[in-house]
Structure formats: structure tokens, C-alpha cells
């Protein structure tokens, strides 16, 4: 009984040991699961978590020693496992792979940390001279970029050339025509990158030694250069404020290189582009004028003079700053101003040569009366104030034929009260009248004077004065006066508006008798020797002087214009 009383025991406890081994061997059965199979890492460095569930124990690893994890190894349940890496110094992404380990399961997870943020310039502020020049400079990025510029005189002359991640950048640098320094600067962009590069240029010098290649021939000489003009009327002279001026705010289209050239194909040499100032001035202290505005007037005398055209710029009406104040309690102040701006222009235009004119002023007056002693005191400072200021910037402008004008440019006024400025050259003046006489046949489209001439004399549509004599009354005294004494005489402005009555009869009569008049005071005012300038204020409708279509060149009309050339003629 006692020995099969211990194999019982014996039995037992073996099969315990059985049923406990196995047990244990389901127990010990690994599992391993991590929360992720990929990491990405910002280029700044930073910090991730993932996660390991495991029912042994488990080590983690990296493949790189840039990427830290913490902790490195565990046991039974959810372990936080903490990626680390550091501000990534290459200019590629660079990757790791994290290993996870319990048993014989392997878990991996694959790491990507973006490339350094490489994003440099190797100079940020530039000076510059005044011409024209290329600037370099060198950008490190390992990705594209956009460049923008806040100055119409800088642009991208090429694409960079490229070398890895070296950019070399060639930048264009217009002239600076002007006597004030002026800075921009060029912004690179990549993403929510940005660079700046600061660039300033030098200013053009105020004053320069004399130069007189190019500018050789005198008034008298130039003056019979200059066959027959036109004026660009209500274009480059439309301004009202700096924030309102444009080109086309009074309804022409911007003018272009082959509207000039029809301009000279139908038979002008020359043409005479009345200009604002003061409505383009970025700075009401200084005075200073846009870059982008003496550009554009630079173009269109360039149209101009490149057709071997004389072209003249005044400073026109400009809202009326200059133009209606011949006064002492404005001198001081208008003269200022008239005197910045023109040293503006002439540095900006110094460098042109004969075939570029310059004229001070427009039409100065108080009113249409006779003058005062003080109107035409304060009107003649200007004619001088602008005389002083052209030449004394030097180069060219020292021997530059310039124009001044009569007291409202009224031939009476200028045989009667008109002299000429103080010169440091001689013969270089030229004097500037205009003429719509009579004004209710010429400019009054209220009144009913549409007919002018002997051929329609008696008519109640013709003005009882300003007919053919009158014309050549005032022209005589003009040559008498100027001409006769060595000083050539500019007809600036004349014209005549086109009406577009309804009454088919009268429309004839009224086309023929403008036609007279054009061919008239035109004939009259070569024969006593003003050069004539029609004023074309681009409508070609009823109460317009326009000849052209200004879209297109064509002549709308062409009995005015065949008018014109026959009085030249």
C-alpha cells in the first residue's frame, strides 16, 4: 500500500509539472506591435513619439547616430518611445531606420528628416554709380526661388546660372537720370523664405562741364531746321494729382512709336509735347519727379528724335501752380518749384542733342487782360528762373536752343512788353507766341462764327475781326520785333476746332472756310518767318482739332491736313 500510496504521489506531481510547462509555454508566445511605420522630421529638429506594445521584452535601435531614442528598451506592455534628431546641417534629407526587437519579431520603422533649410545671400546691401550696369550676386538654395524687384529700373538681365545649390544672379541696373539718389530693393521668396537685398544708386550730377558736340547750330540756324510742327495736346500735359495723373486720363490712348511716325509721314518734322510735372512728383518737399514718368516722357521723345524729328517739353498747364500765378506773393514759392523740376528735366535730358528743345512755361497769366506791371514782372522771372536752371547744369544745356513766351502767349503782349531773358550764350533764345484769332471762329464752340474769310465775307457766321489782315498784321509785327533782331519766333500753338453741324450745306461751308484758315495763317506765319505748330488735341469729333486716329495713325481729316502742308508749301 505504501509504494502505490508514492507512485500516486509521484504520478501527481509529474503531471503538475506537465500541466505548468505548458503553461508556461503559451505564456511566453511574443507579440510585438509599434504605432507606427514612418517618421518625418522637420530640417530645425525636433522631437516625435511613437509607440511599442509588446508582451516580452523588446530593445529599440537606430540605424544613425543623429537620431536619439529614449528609452532603448522594455518590457511587458505600451512603452512611449521618444524619436529625437537635430537641426539637419546637409543640403539633402537624410534617413534612419528605427529597429524594434522582442524575441525573433523585428518591427521597422523608416525615418526622413528634411534638408537644411539653405537659404543665403553672400551680400545684402549695395551702392551703385548712376550708369547703366550689370549686379551680381551669389544665392545658396536647394530649392526654387522667385524674385521680385520695387524699382522699374532694376530687372533680371538672365536666368541665374547655376552650380549645386549656387545661384548667381545678374541684374540689370538702368541709368539714373536723375539729380537724387534712389534705392529699391530686390526680394527673393521661397515659401515663407524671405531675402532682401537693399541696392542704392548715385545720383546724376547737377552740374557738369559745358559740352557743345551735338548742340552746334544757334536759334537763327535750328530755326530753319524746323519746317512744319504738331503738338501731342492732351496727353503727356494730363495730370492732376500723383495718385490720379495718367497718360490717358483725358481719352487719348497712350502714344506709340508708329502713331509718331505717321505724325511724320504726313508731312511734320517736328512736334512739340506739352508736359506735367507736378501731377507725377513722388515727393512734395524735394519736389522730386517719378522715375517712372521721366521714363516715359524719355520714350516719347526718343520716338521723336530716333525718326530724326525735333521734339520740344515744356512744363505745361499742371493743374495751373505755374501757369496762373504771375504774382508777388507767389513768386518766391512757384519760382522754387518751377526751378527743382527744371533741373530735373534738363540733368534727366542733358545728354540729347540738337534735335531736343526745351520750353519753360505755358500761357502765364492772370487773366486774359492786359497785363500788370506785376504780371509781367513775376511772368518774366519765370522766363529767366528757367533760363538759369537749364544752363546751369552744364554738359549740352549749356548751348541748348531754349523757347520762352510772350504774357499768355499773346502776340500783342509780346510786341508790346516781352524781354527776352539774360543768357550766358548768345543766340540761343527762341520766343514762343500763339495764335486762335479770332477766338469765337476758333475756340468758342458756343458762338455761331463757323465761317472765317474773304470768301464768305458778309455772313453773319463770320467774325466782324481776325480776318486775312489781321493775320498778317500780327505776324509782320512779330517778324518786325523778333525776327528782324536775330530772334527766331516758335507759332506754338493754332488751330482751328472742327464743328460738326447738322445743316449739310453749312457743315461744307464751315470744313472749306476751317481748310482757308489752316492754309492761311500756316502760309502767313512761314512767310514771315514763325515756325508753325498746329495743336491737335487728339478728338477728332465735333469740337475737336484732332487730326489723326490716335489708335491707328489714320488721318480723319485729311482736307484740314492737306490745308496745313499747302500753307507750308
Known sequence: MRRIYYLLIFFGALLSSIISCSKDQEAITAELVVSTETISLSNGGETKVFHVKSNVDWTVSSSESWLTLTPTAGGNGTNKIEATVAVNPETADRRATITVQADNLTRQIMVV?????????????????????????????????IIEFDGEWM????????????????????????????????????????????????????????????????????????????????????AASPTSASETMWGNPKTTEDFIQAVKAAGFNAVRIPCAWSGYMEDQTTYRIKDTWLARVKEVVDYCVDNDMYAIINMHWDGGWLEEHPLYNHQEEVGKKQKALWEQIAV?????????????????RANYNTPTAEHLTVQQYYNQNF????????????????????????????????????DLVTGRLIAEVHYYDPYDFSLDIESNKYLWGAEFAGSANVSDWGQEAWVDTQFADMKAHFIDRGIPVILGEYGA????????????????????????????????????????????????????????????????LNAIMEGVN
Do not use: C
Open 497 to 560: 476746332t472742327y464743328r460738326a453741324l447738322t445743316n449739310a450745306a453749312a457743315l461744307q461751308d464751315h470744313k472749306k472756310a476751317r481748310a482757308n484758315y489752316l492754309k492761311y495763317v500756316t502760309g502767313a506765319a512761314i512767310a514771315h518767318g514763325l515756325i508753325p505748330f498746329y495743336w491737335d488735341s487728339g478728338h477728332t469729333g465735333d469740337n475737336g482739332s484732332g487730326l489723326f486716329d490716335r489708335n491707328n495713325g489714320q488721318v480723319v481729316h485729311q482736307d484740314a
Open 155 to 238: 530687372s533680371r538681365k538672365s536666368e541665374p546660372v547655376v552650380s549645386g545649390p549656387s545661384y548667381q544672379e545678374t541684374i540689370l541696373i538702368k541709368e539714373n537720370g536723375n539729380i537724387f539718389e534712389r534705392a529699391g530693393i530686390i526680394t527673393l521668396k521661397r515659401g515663407n523664405e524671405t531675402l532682401l537685398v537693399n541696392i542704392k544708386q548715385e545720383a546724376n550730377p547737377l552740374t557738369i562741364p559745358p559740352v557743345s558736340t551735338g548742340v552746334s547750330a544757334d536759334a537763327v540756324a535750328l530755326a530753319g531746321k524746323l519746317r512744319v510742327g504738331w503738338n501731342l495736346g492732351n496727353s503727356l500735359e494730363a
Open 348 to 364: 534727366y535730358f542733358r545728354d540729347y542733342d540738337e534735335h531736343l528743345l526745351f520750353a519753360g512755361t505755358n500761357e502765364v
Open 387 to 422: 533760363v538759369d536752371a537749364v544752363r546751369a547744369t552744364g554738359g549740352r544745356n549749356a548751348y541748348r536752343n531754349l523757347i520762352v513766351q510772350a504774357y499768355n502767349t499773346n502776340i500783342r503782349f509780346a510786341v508790346d512788353y516781352m524781354q527776352m531773358p539774360e
Open 113 to 145: 528628416q528634411t534638408a537644411s533649410a539653405l537659404f543665403s545671400i553672400d551680400q545684402d546691401e549695395y551702392t551703385v554709380g548712376k550708369g547703366v550696369q550689370d549686379l551680381v550676386f551669389s544665392v545658396e538654395s536647394n530649392a526654387a526661388y
